[in-house]
Nanobody
């Protein structure tokens, strides 16, 4: 199996910064896309940013210019640098990876989630 372990969440004042990390481990042949999603209680999980192995990046409009996603392919780790944080960024952030874990088997995997709270 594959595990995604997130770290870096916490409480920060508006205007501050946090850096999230997510390391994938286990039976990994290859990882295509890695990214971050967020979800508030009672709402759908939404894309924050994602990055393919080829370097293509997508950001949610609400975070463009403030958040930066990056990846260390050698470590199977994805990062999310969050600057100029706003109270509306408060959510549980989930790491996602599209992983080849068998000779021809691909699947989405999710982390357990990390809370980000931005105080006004």
């Amino acid at each position: 199996q594959v595990q995604l372990v997130e770290s870096g969440g916490g409480l920060v004042q508006a205007g501050g910064s946090l850096r999230l990390s997510c390391a994938a481990s286990g039976r990994i042949f290859s990882i295509n896309m890695m990214g971050w999603y967020r979800q508030a209680p009672g709402k759908q999980r939404e894309l924050v940013a994602r990055l393919t192995s080829g370097g293509s990046i997508n950001y949610a409009d609400s975070v463009k210019g403030r958040f930066t996603i990056s990846r260390d392919n050698a470590k199977n780790t994805v990062y999310l640098q969050m600057n100029s944080l706003k109270p509306e960024d408060t959510d549980v952030y989930y790491c996602n990876a599209f992983v080849q874990y068998g000779s021809s088997v691909w699947r989405d995997f999710w982390g357990q989630g990390t809370q980000v709270t931005v105080s006004s």
